[in-house]
Structures are given as structure tokens and as C-alpha cells.
């Protein structure tokens, strides 16, 4: 992405046939619909993904540093595989995972010379090796069939992943999408797509609340004539509130969708699953009303809580011609997954809620 090099990412990968892998600040550097991508690993990233990850005999690391989002509990990560390890800073080669083969270099021009290298060779691959690679991606699309990333919809409250996935219909891979920190963080960089580089605005590793908001009024600024959504929560936009007063001054056509569940949903969501569910702290139970915050600013603002007025709320919002507040409510309860424990291997996912014990009768 800093390098400038999707479209030699793309050559190289196609040249190669290799299944690829974005990061979660690398996604749109690849297009999430080309065939190669898989989706995105780590933490929060799909199953095919991290098995994909944990089977592979060899990583091609392009520009990125390993982190432990990325790679779980590192003594079990790709333990297979062998690792070609690609980045300008040279301090970054063999500080988490020692390559075998370690380049120092701009991505790009590494990724220029390694396809020169490809078009100019003319061996035949041999059959046996062809053979392999095709049964790795028989494999690689059986795991995206067990457990695919797929929206959760419900009748009766609108789920988080309903309305990543309303968003994606309506972004098309090409709209800009900038988010705070958190669940909806995680469930956006699940099920939105992003057709190139620089659609996708986060603070990564900083775990900044309050970044979203910020950040698409930049967005905006840079491309007036794109559609630019502001994805937050209501813990993390109550943090950057002032910030509205930016975009009414400008008029600034963001569209703020504020994913409302009345926490603060990933601490939540640890506290629940690894705390006995002894919650602290992370309840909010104050929020202001949307309609009239947006209009004391002089734009429009909604609220809305069913999935029957989703669709139709969110073609307003990016109908109207400036600024618009969305408020929805979603189901308080939900839990991003898959997910990765503390300390767990990325291949030990979290794939659902718990189920519950059922005792056999006596």
C-alpha cells in the first residue's frame, strides 16, 4: 500500500497462483473480488484465511511486519511453511520471524524485478507440482466453504453483520470507509470490500477511538465527489462529537453510520467470553438523540432499530446531498467471530458463541 504496488502485487500473484492474504491495513491492496483473495487473517480474520496461513509450506511476506494480530501465539504460526520476507526497513527482517530468504527493498520495485524474472522464465512447471497446487486450493476453497464469513441477518433486531453487509451493497468495493476501533471495526473489515488501495481508513495497531469520524472528514476533503462513510461505534463517537461541527461548516457529504449496541462492544466481548461475563465498565447508556444532534448542527440525522428500515435508511443517507447521521441500533449482545484468544494459535479459532451444556438425564 505505501509502496504504491497493486498492480504489481496483482501481476505477481496471478503469475505465481498463489492464494493471497491482506491485513487488516493492507485491504484494497489486492481486490477483495479477485480470485486469488482469500480474505483477511489474524485475530478476527476468516478460517480459510488462517488455515491457509497455518498449511502453507511457504509465505511471501510483502511489506508487512508479523505482528502478534497477525500471527497468534508466533511459536505456532505457519509452522510448516519456509518464508521470503520483503521490506524497505531492514530492522523489520527477522525481528519477529526469521526469513529464509530476506529481501531489503521498496516492495514495489522488488515485486518489478521479481515479475521480470517470472515473464522471462519458460521452464514448464512439471505436473507433479502442478498437481499440488491444484489440490491446495481444492483444500483452501473447502475450508471458505465450512465456516464462510457471511452476514448474520435477524427479523426481530438488526444484526452488526446486516449492516456491514447494507453497506457493502451500496459501497460496491468503492466507496471510503473509515473506522473507529472496536467490534464494528472487526465485522467492516470482515464483509466490506475494497476494489483498490486507500478505501479503507483505520488506525490499526493504535487503537485509536475516536479516529473514524476524523479521518473521514480528511477522506472527504481529499475526494469531494466520493462517497465517503464514517463508520463508528457509540462509545468511540462520542469521542470525536465535536468534529460535526467540521462538517457542518464545510457541509462535508460524510455519511456518520454509528453502530449502536449500548457498549462498549470488544471489551464486552472479552469480559464475556474469558471474564466469567463479569462486566465493567463498558456499558453506555446514554446516547444523544441523532435527529436533533445532526439538526442542531443544521444537517439530518435518524435513528432507526428495525432490519425492515436498514435498507431504506441507509439509500437516504447516501441520497442526501450533504451530511447525514445514522443512528442504528443493533443487537447488543453479538460477538465477533471467528476469533483468536489471547495467546491462542491462529488456527484455533473461536468460530461461535459457546453452546450450551446440556446435562444427560439420569
Not at 45 to 72: E, K, P, Q
Not at 112 to 127: C, G, K, M, Y
Not at 131 to 150: F, G, N, S, T, Y
Not at 276 to 285: A, C, Y
Request: with cysteine.
Amino acid at each position: 500500500m505505501a509502496a504504491g504496488a497493486a498492480p504489481e502485487l496483482r501481476e505477481f500473484v496471478e503469475r505465481i497462483g498463489a492464494p493471497a492474504v491482506t491485513t487488516l491495513m493492507g485491504l484494497g491492496s489486492l481486490s477483495s473480488a479477485h480470485p486469488n483473495f482469500i480474505s483477511m487473517p489474524g485475530m478476527h480474520g476468516s478460517y480459510a484465511a488462517n488455515m491457509a496461513m497455518s498449511n502453507a509450506d511457504l509465505l511471501i511476506a510483502l511489506g508487512v511486519r508479523f505482528d502478534d494480530r497477525v500471527t497468534g501465539r508466533l511459536a505456532a504460526f505457519a509452522p510448516h511453511a519456509k518464508v521470503i520476507h520483503v521490506d524497505i526497513d531492514p530492522a523489520e527482517i527477522g525481528k519477529i520471524r526469521a526469513p529464509e530468504v530476506p529481501i531489503v527493498g521498496d516492495v514495489k520495485r522488488v515485486l518489478i524485478r521479481l515479475n521480470q524474472t517470472l515473464a522471462e522464465t519458460t521452464t514448464p512447471v512439471e505436473p507433479k507440482l502442478e498437481a499440488a497446487r491444484r489440490a491446495w486450493w481444492d483444500q483452501i476453497r473447502r475450508w471458505k466453504q465450512e465456516h464462510p464469513l457471511q452476514p448474520v441477518t435477524s427479523d426481530s433486531e438488526i444484526k452488526p453483520q446486516h449492516l456491514m453487509a447494507e453497506i457493502d451493497r451500496l459501497s460496491q468495493g468503492r466507496a471510503i470507509v473509515a473506522s473507529d476501533v472496536g467490534q464494528h471495526q472487526m465485522w467492516a473489515a470482515q464483509l466490506i470490500r475494497f476494489s483498490e488501495p486507500r478505501l479503507w481508513l483505520n488506525s490499526g495497531g493504535l487503537g485509536s477511538m475516536g479516529f473514524g469520524l476524523p479521518a473521514a472528514i480528511g477522506a472527504q476533503f481529499a475526494h469531494p465527489d466520493k462517497l465517503v462513510f464514517a463508520i463508528v461505534g457509540d462509545g468511540g463517537f462520542q469521542m470525536s462529537i465535536p468534529e460535526l461541527a467540521t462538517v457542518a461548516s464545510y457541509g462535508l457529504p460524510v455519511k456518520i453510520i454509528v453502530m449502536n449496541n449500548g457498549y462498549l462492544g470488544m471489551v464486552r466481548q472479552w469480559q464475556e467470553l474469558f471474564y466469567n461475563n463479569r462486566l465493567s465498565s463498558v456499558t453506555l447508556d446514554c446516547f444523544p438523540d441523532a435527529e436533533k444532534l445532526a439538526g442542531a448542527y443544521g444537517f439530518k440525522g435518524r435513528t432507526i432499530d428495525k432490519p425492515s428500515q436498514l435498507a431504506e435508511a441507509l439509500e437516504t443517507a447516501v441520497n442526501e446531498p450533504g451530511p447525514y447521521l445514522l443512528n442504528v441500533r443493533v443487537s447488543p449482545a453479538e460477538c465477533v467471530y471467528p476469533m483468536v484468544p489471547a495467546g491462542g494459535a491462529i488456527n484455533e479459532m473461536v468460530l461461535g458463541p459457546p453452546q450450551p451444556v446440556v446435562e444427560a438425564a439420569k
